[in-house]
């Protein structure tokens, strides 16, 4: 790969109590590159997000972030760097509207008020949530909360993003503006994309690689039509879970 990778895992472990989450996991990612995460249920690809992210001490291994070793700083540490994740159960401020639940997560970046209330409005329209701007947080339907949630990471101006199934609980027409946004980012911002995902469809569309983690190990890692391809990958994952190609 010619481009610098952005983000390296080496080595990777994690235990809970004896149960190896995690094991020797390794991959680079390259600067503007969308890697797409797949597996089974309790493969570890939360854990390896919590750990990237800086929510999870990793029993082995590093992750390092532009070149930097960013293994045990803090989740917020990580996030001003650039690296940015959401959560697979969105947790905004209930009581806040959208838009200053979206100014909440970009108040580091030391903007006036009034800078800040625009770049806040800017990511809300960007995220199509502008009728929603001024509403309660809790009035979002499940899609305007996932939104809400991308608003969130994005606020912050990520380099990286990591998403932790954003389109689960989307219906088709809810999930293409979704879609087509993280392209446009990577298009035009150059942010590089990291999406644990179990619909293939999008896989597939969005993806430059995939990453197929089976019991905490990497069980392949390629482009899509390789990894949906491979025996082990179609055994471990796309053979016993039919559903999930169309869920
Ligand atoms: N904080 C935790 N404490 C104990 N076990 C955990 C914890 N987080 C994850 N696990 C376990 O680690 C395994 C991987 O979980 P997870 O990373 O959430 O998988 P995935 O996101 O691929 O479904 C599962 O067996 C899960 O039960
Ligand atoms: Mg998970």
Do not use: C
């Amino acid at each position: 790969m010619a481009s610098m990778s952005i983000v390296k895992v080496a080595g990777v472990g994690k235990s809970f109590r004896g149960l190896h989450a995690l094991s020797d996991v390794e991959f680079e990612v390259a600067e503007g590159e969308i890697l797409g995460i797949i597996g089974p249920n309790g493969a570890g690809k939360t854990t390896l997000f919590n750990i990237v992210a800086g929510a999870l001490k990793p029993d082995a291994g590093q992750v390092a972030f532009a070149g930097r070793d960013v293994t045990g700083h803090t989740p917020d540490r990580i996030a001003r760097a650039g690296m940015v994740r959401t959560f697979q159960l969105m947790r905004p401020f209930a009581s806040m509207s959208v838009l200053d639940n979206v100014g909440l997560a970009a108040q580091h970046r030391r903007f006036s008020r009034r800078k800040l209330r625009e770049h806040a409005l800017d990511v809300v329209e960007r995220v199509g949530l502008g009728p929603w701007a001024h509403r309660v947080s809790t009035e979002l339907p499940t899609a305007g909360l996932k939104r809400l949630e991308l608003a969130r990471a994005l606020a912050m101006r990520p380099k990286v993003l990591l998403l932790d199934e954003v389109l689960a609980g989307l219906v088709p027409a809810e999930r293409e503006p979704v879609l087509d946004l993280l392209a446009l980012l990577r298009e035009q911002e150059g942010v590089t994309v990291l999406f644990i995902e179990h619909i293939m469809a999008a896989v597939m569309r969005l993806a430059d690689r995939v990453l197929v983690l089976d019991q905490g190990r990497v069980l392949a890692l390629g482009s899509p039509e390789e990894v949906t391809s491979d025996a082990r990958v179609i055994d471990a994952y796309l053979g016993e879970e039919p559903t999930h190609a169309d869920a």
